[in-house]
């Protein structure tokens, strides 16, 4: 039989010479020898956790059981597959799929038989309800030090050290936030004052975002809390349908506002977020589009005001740069909707208008096509070279040839040249000039799209949409389309 073995050990497992990948190695070695089963492969994660399975050599070892390579993988434990039973079903399923039995010498498991897959799901559930059991206990230990007035664990905010001592200065700029905000000022324009002033946090700019985040803080008001509710005030829920208790006590580090203060300007925000438009605009664009200015992502929103002829209240759509959104840092102006629309329209008929061009000059672009397929060969030559010399390391260390630190400073020269590799590959393929004839149907058929069908065809076309202007003021002529033009990208 055929089988690969597959050998695992986390970074703080490395020096546990139980689990070592030497120790692990041998054992599978003697197993397949004393069983007679034909090692194919040895595939080795070093340095990767269980807790899920994007792991470079478990990925391999999957594509091995896809191309029919193996019969069956071989781990010297349970765990060092996976600790999820989720994840365990999944691979197993993957694994079976494909005619691949799965094998653990420690507990003696072989899915090849009924009672191995059985086995299997029971000590998976078993794993599982021993995670669940040790992440209870690590609450109740959180609350436990929220009750005593401490911080349950992780980062202290901004406005304090590593230790909880409040900082004087970030101290002023939180409080600068609160006076503004109680004094009329939106978020935005909140943001946009303390970059103008060049007031920064530690880690960047004021947005829009964390000036709301700064004010919702409790921290700040001397609260710790632990848990959370909902907008509506109910508490969230988990996956079995437990509720969330939230605790909230006052703690023991210097608070920046007072309860009173804290409870005040919440209530302000509560009001605020009861009001806006309720209509939903769709959004065409939206996860596409980019500012040529910036580089940030562009965002839709819409506006409303009354028609003068009968009254009726009309949606705007619009898109807007996420930095002028957050602290109006960058000045693009917003493009309507119909705008984007246009451009994309003229751009597409521009296209039409080169490949028709184009189609003069086939036989050079023929040619091209060539170089480029003979390129994309000699990459994939390169490509199986790096897999060899991989197979060959592996090898080596598995007849004891070369020693542990060899094989991670050899595997890791290969996986270099390996990603160098692909990156040309992925730059090489990249490159055509051809354009889908789906996209020349889409300005035939446009106009005859709801906005759903319109929102859903320009994500699956389009894999980037950058919006070039010089204009800054755009306000004018009503309807009027002020000059820009498009980069753009396909899937």
Not at 170 to 183: D, Q
Not at 222 to 245: H, L
Not at 383 to 400: G, H, M, P, T
Request: glycine share 6%; net charge positive.
């Amino acid at each position: 039989m055929r089988v690969v073995l597959y050998i695992r050990v986390s970074t703080e497992e490395q020096a546990n010479e139980g689990y070592s990948i030497r120790a692990q190695k041998n054992q599978l070695i003697d197993y397949c020898r004393v069983n007679g089963y034909e090692i194919v492969k040895i595939c080795i994660d070093d340095g990767y956790s269980a807790k899920n399975t994007k792991r470079p050599r478990l990925q391999e070892v999957l594509t091995l059981a896809q191309n029919k390579e193996i019969d069956a993988v071989v781990v010297y434990k349970l765990d060092r597959f996976t600790r999820s039973v989720k994840d365990l079903y999944e691979l197993l399923e993957d694994l079976q799929s494909n005619g691949v039995g799965f094998i653990s010498r420690q507990e003696k498991f072989d899915t090849t038989t009924a009672m191995g897959r059985a086995m299997i799901g029971i000590l998976g559930v078993f794993a599982q309800f021993e995670r669940e059991l040790i992440a209870e206990r690590v609450r109740l230990g959180m609350e436990q030090k929220v009750k005593e007035g401490k911080r349950p664990g992780g980062k202290y905010p901004f406005g304090y050290t590593s230790t909880g001592l409040l900082i004087g200065e970030e101290a002023n700029y939180i409080k600068m936030v609160r006076s503004l905000y109680m004094s009329g000022m939106s978020y935005q324009a909140i943001a946009a004052q303390m970059f103008n002033e060049g007031i920064v946090r530690r880690n960047g700019e004021w947005t829009a975002t964390n000036v709301a985040l700064t004010l919702e803080n409790p921290f700040y008001a001397g609260i710790i809390r632990f848990g959370s509710k909902m907008a509506n005030g109910k508490y969230p829920q988990r996956k079995r349908e437990e509720r969330v208790d939230v605790i909230e006590v006052i703690g023991s580090h210097e608070a920046i506002w007072t309860v009173e203060e804290f409870k005040e300007h919440i209530l302000r925000m509560r009001r605020r977020s009861n009001g806006g438009n309720s209509r939903k605009a769709i959004y065409w664009f939206n996860g596409v589009l980019r500012c040529g200015r910036c580089g940030a992502s562009m965002y839709g929103r819409s506006t409303t005001k009354r028609s003068r002829v009968d009254g009726k209240e009309l949606l705007g759509t619009f898109y807007w740069c996420a930095k002028r959104k957050e602290n109006k840092s960058c000045n693009q102006p917003m493009f309507r909707q119909k705008h984007v629309e246009h451009l994309i329209k003229e751009h597409i008929k521009n296209i039409r208008v080169e490949m028709d061009q184009v189609k003069e000059y086939q036989t050079e672009i023929d040619e091209r096509e060539s170089e480029k397929k003979k390129e994309v060969a000699k990459l994939k030559r390169e490509l199986e070279k790096v897999k060899s010399r991989i197979k060959k390391w592996q090898y080596a260390f598995a007849e004891d040839l070369i020693d542990e630190n060899d094989l991670r400073l050899r595997m890791d020269e290969e996986h270099i040249a390996e990603q160098g590799i692909n990156n040309k590959l992925e730059l090489v393929t990249g490159v055509s000039v051809q354009t889908p004839d789906q996209l020349f149907q889409l300005i035939d058929l446009w106009d005859d799209m709801n906005d759903i069908e319109k929102q859903q065809v320009i994500g699956v076309m389009f894999d980037r949409i950058v919006l070039i202007t010089e204009e800054e003021n755009v306000k004018g002529v009503k309807n009027a389309y002020f000059p820009a033009t498009v980069k753009v990208s396909f899937r």
